[in-house]
């Protein structure tokens, strides 16, 4: 969309109007706005090769016994894991917290602690080094979605919201059709 320019912020607490923003993608409604949910992703475990047992999945409840590594409270996905811990009366171990998931995710391949890994939105974590479990009897996912303040969209905004769409789409199913592999 060569006539469409963007200003990205990856920062939530930025803004105070978030009614200036055409879009913003969280994973959560945000209120008086036009939420569609455009994606739900698998949240994995992955780690260095040699820390998780030489397998696909990973009992909940054995996750207690690793050292992790993770987002900082006030990101979102770090709040869904954490709401999702708690409803599951599971408390691990962080030693290490970061609000910049890049830093996170180069912990994870250092061997410095496992954690969290979103199957979509993260899927180009790729490394030879790292392994990658699903959790087991129940794993986390999270919804993510495409907020817009405006209840009548204009074309063009139309056009990209339909395009970020088929983004996230994209990903999905090229992850789907990795893990059915």
């Not at 879009?23 to 994995?44: D, G, Q, R, V, Y």
């Not at 996905?77 to 910049?100: G, P, V």
Request: aromatic share 10%.
């Amino acid at each position: 969309m060569p006539n469409i320019s963007l200003n990205i912020h990856q920062k939530n607490n930025f803004a105070k109007d978030l009614e200036q923003f055409d879009f913003i993608i969280s994973t959560a409604k945000i209120p008086n706005f036009n939420s569609i949910p455009i994606t739900t992703e698998e949240l994995l475990i992955g780690a260095k090769k040699g820390i998780l047992p030489n397998k696909d999945f990973i009992e909940l409840k054995d996750l207690e016994k690793y050292i992790f590594v993770g987002l900082d409270k006030e990101t979102e996905l770090q709040q869904t894991i954490d709401q999702f811990l708690m409803a599951h009366k599971i408390k691990l171990n962080y030693q290490y917290q970061s609000d910049e998931p890049a830093t996170v995710r180069q912990l994870i391949a250092s061997g410095i602690g496992i954690g969290f890994i979103p199957a979509i939105s993260w899927q180009d974590f790729e490394t030879k080094n790292i392994t990658k479990a699903h959790i087991y009897p129940e794993a986390p996912r999270r919804t993510i979605y495409l907020n817009s303040p405006h209840h009548n969209l204009t074309d063009t905004q139309r056009l990209f919201s339909n395009e970020i769409a088929n983004v996230f789409l994209q990903e999905r199913d090229a992850t789907t059709k990795y893990l059915l592999i």
